[in-house]
């Protein structure tokens, strides 16, 4: 087990405090702040990456990629599942806790004095140690929207937008145009930009953006992929790449347009210079490792258990699309819990085609969801619902209650898979000594 000094234990808790600051969109902040560091992040060779869903897939597949090419990679996401290090990697290996130590023990008065967010000293953390490391390349998710996310003082070497549906729209707004508005943000001018697939309304509002900006637009069509019968398969075909029978380490239909974007972002780099081959780009989908991502867990005389982090319309779609294909006229056993200011009923509403019973926990933080109104609306849809303390308690039951036959899935925030992924020992434990 990894020994925890009682120095970065400090500087988490004040890293963590700074989530009572709330979201402040705006780039005064952090630009104050990357200033003091000698502004890192001009120090890095990047790609940006924002969408309402697939980003963080879309940056995995990307440095999974890049690394079998070669390349010394660095990767900010958000959130993390259990452990604050996850957010940010170089080579796959999370940032030590030394370096956070240092950084926060540095910068410490400045940071409180000026009132940085969690989010801006994540951003400016993750900055400053891949210029430190000298990684080949940054892949960098946006947060929340990216026109004022705070990971918007970069400039890259391409802008990616995976998809754009409804998430966050007391911010962002309440239509695809405002949200493709506001995630257009990331595009500089004279960098490309690279789309995915997404109704016509938003790529409407990006093409506008990037002309303006004078981006050299990129799209992702259908046409440049087709799925095989296998569900990890697909081809590729675009331009001189073509690909057969190409592995996605993740399921489903919205994975391999994740995979199949990181392809198209690896094309535009190498007309950079960078240099990718054909093999990188196999073994980098097929290798590629995001938890939570309709993770399937097997274990011997147990349930399979299904782990997946879709939080809105769009990522319970996706969840609910893949688990149809890859367990056709299968019902699975649903452990849900969810953030407040999500669209529970849009969310919601394809869960009840693939739910046989449900469990509503809450999750832990201040941001959880009442589990009552979540089992109001999955009532209200004839799904038999029950309520627990906890998500580790409902699993535990879920698990102790089940057959090895069934499927149990636990979803609907990055919260709640966290927490069955930090306890999972002890849940199956329990069951192990009955």
Not at 160 to 181: E, N, P
Not at 328 to 349: F, H, T, Y
Request: with cysteine; glycine share 6%; net charge positive.
């Amino acid at each position: 087990m990894r020994k925890t000094t009682d120095g970065y234990k400090s500087a988490l808790r004040f890293i963590l405090s700074r989530e009572l600051f709330g979201m402040k969109l705006g780039l005064e902040n952090i630009s104050n702040l990357l200033n003091s560091l000698g502004h890192p992040e001009k120090k890095l060779a990047a790609i940006h990456i924002a969408g309402t869903n697939g980003k963080g897939s879309t940056a995995a597949y990307i440095d999974s990629i890049l690394r079998k090419a070669g390349y010394k990679t660095g990767i900010f996401t958000s959130p993390h599942l259990v452990d604050f290090r996850e957010r940010v990697r170089v080579n796959g290996d999370q940032i030590n806790e030394r370096y956070i130590t240092s950084f926060i023990a540095k910068h410490r008065k400045e940071i409180s004095k000026n009132k940085i967010t969690f989010f801006e000293l994540c951003t400016a953390l993750a900055f400053n140690y891949f210029a430190d490391r000298r990684v080949d390349i940054a892949i960098i998710e946006t947060g929340l929207g990216g026109r004022l996310d705070a990971t918007n003082t970069i400039t890259p070497l391409v802008s990616i937008i995976t998809d754009i549906s409804y998430d966050h729209t007391h911010i962002l707004g309440r239509t695809l145009k405002k949200i493709a508005y506001e995630k257009a943000g990331i595009i500089k001018r004279n960098v490309p930009a690279l789309i995915g697939l997404m109704p016509p309304s938003a790529k409407k509002e990006i093409r506008q953006i990037a002309k303006l900006r004078k981006s050299k637009i990129h799209c992702l069509s259908e046409k440049n992929f087709r799925q095989n019968k296998q569900p990890f398969l697909f081809d590729y075909r675009h331009g001189l790449m073509k690909f057969s029978n190409l592995e996605s380490s993740l399921p489903g239909v919205h994975q391999i347009r994740n995979s199949a974007l990181s392809i198209r972002a690896m094309e535009i780099l190498g007309e950079k210079g960078y240099k990718i081959s054909n093999q990188a780009i196999r073994d980098g989908l097929k290798n590629a490792h995001w938890p939570g991502r309709f993770q399937i867990l097997y274990k011997p005389d147990q349930p399979t258990v299904i782990l997946d982090v879709g939080h809105n319309p769009g990522g319970f779609k996706a969840m609910t699309d893949c688990f149809k294909a890859l367990y056709p006229k299968r019902k699975a056993k649903i452990l849900i819990g969810m953030v407040s200011l999500k669209d529970l009923e849009k969310s919601l509403i394809s869960v009840p085609s693939i739910a046989k019973q449900a469990i509503v926990a809450p999750l832990k933080t201040h941001r959880t969801a009442n589990p009552l109104r979540i089992a109001k609306i999955l009532k209200n849809r004839k799904i038999d619902v029950s309520l627990s303390k906890s998500i580790k308690s409902a699993a535990r039951r879920m698990i102790d209650l089940s057959s090895p036959d069934d499927i149990i899935i636990i979803c609907g925030s990055h919260y709640g898979v966290g927490e069955f992924i930090a306890n999972q020992e002890k849940i199956y434990g329990d069951k192990k000594r009955k």
